[in-house]
Every structure is written in structure tokens, then in C-alpha cells.
T-cell receptor
Framework: AQSVTQPDIHITVSEGASLELRCNYSYGATPYLFWYVQSPGQGLQLLLKYFSGDTLVQGIKGFEAEFKRSQSSFNLRKPSVHWSDAAEYFC????????FGAGTTVTVRA | DAGITQSPRHKVTETGTPVTLRCHQT?????MYWYRQDPGHGLRLIHY???????DKGEVSDGYSVSRSKTEDFLLTLESATSSQTSVYFC??????????????FGDGTRLSIL
């Protein structure tokens, strides 16, 4: 069965610093992988997706993610964090449904 | 943004009462989903639909039923609400489903409290 693990429950980062969120997946075939962001009281917004091809994918809001099959990982990165990036981030893998990780909450300090 | 409307946005009710949540889409997408979100669990699939009158169970379907009589509407019913069903419920839609990739677009959620 597919599953996703996000090892970090909460990350605090200074504004302007870099951010990396970890995601590990378990899936038998070629995975379809996604990162979503959720601001308080809002639904989920798709940041980026990986289906095949180039293992480094670019998304919205300046985010990127790298697929590493050998490590079963799909980590999300941003070079310079803005205060508006404070939110909860979810990694997901898709078969007929999305299986989500438990999420990582990002706090941005001034 | 994808045209997804959830109603109501907030509801407080008592244990044992029936509750129906509605999801309405204007995108004409084939697939519709109901998730619940609880702290520490991410989102978990309750039920999904792959067409009018075609539905199937997700991983946490006990105590819930769904119906889809029109492409645009997907209803989630709690026949007899329990306190363990207090949660935030999200509807999602997708153009594609099993065997093919397709990101899902989410509604803004319904916060349901069962006292």
C-alpha cells in the first residue's frame, strides 16, 4: 500500500533563510507525487507535482522539489522564505486517491 | 481556482443527529472525493466517486455514506453523528483518477463539531 512520511512535525525558520521539508514515500510503482500548502482556515493549494521526467520540478511561490528514487524521497525546498510562507505543508502520493503525510507546520520568525 | 463550493462552512450539532454536507463543483470533473482532516493524521479519504451514481469507500468510511445523483454534486451523510466525527471535512475534485495522475483541487472545508 502507498504511504507518505513527513518526519518533521514543526519547523521554524527565519525570514530570508532557506527551507527544506522532507517527504519519504512508499509505493510499488512509479509514484505520482505532490506538495500542497494549507494556510489557516483554508483548503489545500497545489504547489507542485511530479509525474515523470526531470527529477527537479518547479512550482508556484518559488518552491521546488527533487525526486530521488534511490532514497524514496521528494523533498520540498525554497531558497529564501517569506513571512507569507508560514503554513502547513503536505506531501502526497497518488494512485486512485491521494495518500497524505501528516503534514509539517512552518513558522517564520522575523 | 477550481470552482468548488462546500456547504455549510460551519456546523454544530448533537450526537445522534443526521448531518449532510454538500459539495458542488462547476468544473464538470468526473472524480469527487470527501476527506476528513484531523491533527496528526493529514487528510484521510472517506469516500470517492468516479461518476454519477458510482461511489466507493476510502480508508475511513465507517459511519459515513455518500450520494452522487448529478455530476456537480457530491453529498456526504453522517447517519447518526458521533463525537469522533468532529473534524474538518474537505471535498476535492479531479479530472483523472485511478491509474493516471491528476492533482486534486480542494474546497475550503466544512468545520463540523458534534457535541
Amino acid at each position: 500500500a502507498q504511504s507518505v512520511t513527513q518526519p518533521d512535525i514543526h519547523i521554524t525558520v527565519s525570514e530570508g533563510a532557506s527551507l527544506e521539508l522532507r517527504c519519504n514515500y512508499s509505493y510499488g510503482a512509479t509514484p505520482y507525487l505532490f506538495w500542497y500548502v494549507q494556510s489557516p482556515g483554508q483548503g489545500l493549494q497545489l504547489l507542485l507535482k511530479y509525474f515523470s521526467g526531470d527529477t527537479l520540478v518547479q512550482g508556484i511561490k518559488g518552491f521546488e522539489a527533487e525526486f530521488k528514487r534511490s532514497q524514496s524521497s521528494f523533498n520540498l525546498r525554497k531558497p529564501s522564505v517569506h513571512w507569507s510562507d508560514a503554513a502547513e505543508y503536505f506531501c502526497a502520493v497518488n494512485d486512485y486517491k491521494l495518500s497524505f503525510g501528516a503534514g509539517t507546520t512552518v513558522t517564520v520568525r522575523a | 481556482d477550481a470552482g468548488i463550493t462546500q456547504s455549510p462552512r460551519h456546523k454544530v450539532t448533537e450526537t445522534g443527529t443526521p448531518v449532510t454536507l454538500r459539495c458542488h463543483q462547476t468544473e464538470n470533473h468526473r472524480y469527487m472525493y470527501w476527506y476528513r482532516q484531523d491533527p496528526g493524521h493529514g487528510l484521510r479519504l472517506i469516500h470517492y466517486s468516479y461518476g454519477v451514481k458510482d461511489t466507493d469507500k476510502g480508508e475511513v468510511s465507517d459511519g459515513y455514506s455518500v450520494s452522487r445523483s448529478k455530476t456537480e454534486d457530491f453529498l456526504l451523510t453522517l447517519e447518526s453523528a458521533t463525537s469522533s466525527q468532529t473534524s474538518v471535512y474537505f471535498c476535492a475534485i479531479s479530472e483523472s483518477g485511478r491509474g493516471s495522475p491528476g492533482p486534486q483541487h480542494f474546497g475550503d472545508g466544512t468545520r463540523l463539531s458534534i457535541l
